[in-house]
């Protein structure tokens, strides 16, 4: 069975302070796809990485960085020097062989200005 | 634009009112997907579609049905609903490609209340 377990439920950080979701996944596949959806208050899930699993690079775009560790089973994701508009509800997905993406229960992201 | 579009927005409805949300892509994807979001329990599964006449349930399918009778159309049916349906709800498709899976795009949502 795959599963998602995003355990920080809710965080508050303070404008320019870094920050970052964690998140582990589980599964028996030896090729998967792991993902990171935004869902900013109006309430869209917006698309933002994928990686998959033979791909343990590290990356960032702009703010954003993520890691991705097989060995730990993890997919953390970094937002450096946040901002009040990073404020989000972030869900970390992982697709597997059935193709069925799974989603963790998010993290309630609130940046104070 | 590539989209996906879900309708209405906001729906509130009594129990045993049957309804249809309707879902439509422009993006001659063949995956489609309709999930539900409710506080503390994410984004959960309710039935998908690997392509047109090809459906499956998801992990919480009970009290809905789907048909995809063209590529483009997903309807989420719900025969007589319950106040417990009262949900956040996204339609979503992608295309599986050989071994790459495109991410998922999503609709805008469909907030729905049953009384």
């Known amino acids: 069975a795959q599963k998602v377990t995003q355990a920080q439920t809710e965080i508050s950080v303070v404008e320019k302070e870094d920050v970052t979701l964690d998140c582990v996944y589980e599964t028996r596949d030896t090729t998967y796809y792991l993902f990171w959806y935004k869902q900013p208050p109006s309430g869209e899930l917006v698309f933002l990485i994928r990686?998959?699993?033979?791909?343990?690079q590290n990356e960032i775009s702009g703010r954003y960085s993520w890691n991705f560790q097989k060995s730990t089973s993890s997919f953390n994701f970094t937002i450096t020097a946040s901002q009040v508009v990073d404020s989000a509800v972030y869900f970390c997905a992982l697709q597997g062989g059935s193709e069925k993406l799974v989603f963790g229960k998010g993290t309630k992201l609130t940046v104070n200005p | 634009e590539a989209q996906v579009t879900q309708n209405p927005r906001y729906l509130i409805t009594v129990t045993g009112k049957k309804l249809t949300v309707t879902c439509s892509q422009n993006m001659n994807h063949e995956y489609m997907s309709w999930y539900r979001q409710d506080p503390g329990l994410g984004l959960r599964q309710i039935y998908y579609?690997?392509?047109?006449?090809?459906?499956d349930k998801g992990d919480v399918p009970e009290g809905y049905k789907v048909s995809r009778k063209e590529k483009r159309n997903f309807p989420l049916i719900l025969e007589s609903p319950s106040p417990n349906q009262t949900s956040l709800y996204f339609c979503a498709s992608s295309t599986p490609t050989g071994r790459e899976y495109s991410p998922l795009h999503f609709g805008n949502g469909t907030r729905l209340t049953v009384t």
């Open positions: 990686r998959n699993s033979f791909d343990e």
């Open positions: 579609s690997m392509n047109v006449e090809v459906t």
